[in-house]
């Protein structure tokens, strides 16, 4: 929890946008945007494409949001049990 510690100062905006909408959001579409590259026949319709350039950010959204919740619950939780 000490690097929460650290994460935590930067607020919840800059955790959630670079770690889980930009990272992991866009980085999972690109990652599966090459791999559909190599999958379909050429001249595939690339709706899927699109699609996980628009589903995989959002649940990154959704995801890091989560999270955010989570650690600071996890925060709170030992801060309060180291001062008791």
């Known amino acids: 929890m000490k690097k ?3 994460i935590r100062q930067r607020g919840k ?3 959630v946008w670079k770690t889980w909408v930009i990272c992991w959001g866009l ?4 990652v599966s945007s090459l791999i559909m590259n190599f999958l379909q026949p050429p001249g595939a319709d690339r709706l899927l494409t699109l ?3 628009t589903i995989f950010p959002l ?4 995801a ?3 999270m955010w919740a989570l650690n600071e619950k ?3 939780d030992q801060f ?3 001062n008791s």
């Open 13 to 15: 905006k800059a955790y």
């Open 59 to 62: 649940t990154g959204l959704l």
């Open 64 to 66: 890091g949001s989560v």
């Open 74 to 76: 996890k925060y709170a």
């Open 51 to 53: 699609i996980g350039f």
């Open 27 to 30: 980085g999972t579409a690109v």
């Open 80 to 82: 309060q049990h180291e």
């Open 4 to 6: 929460w510690g650290e």
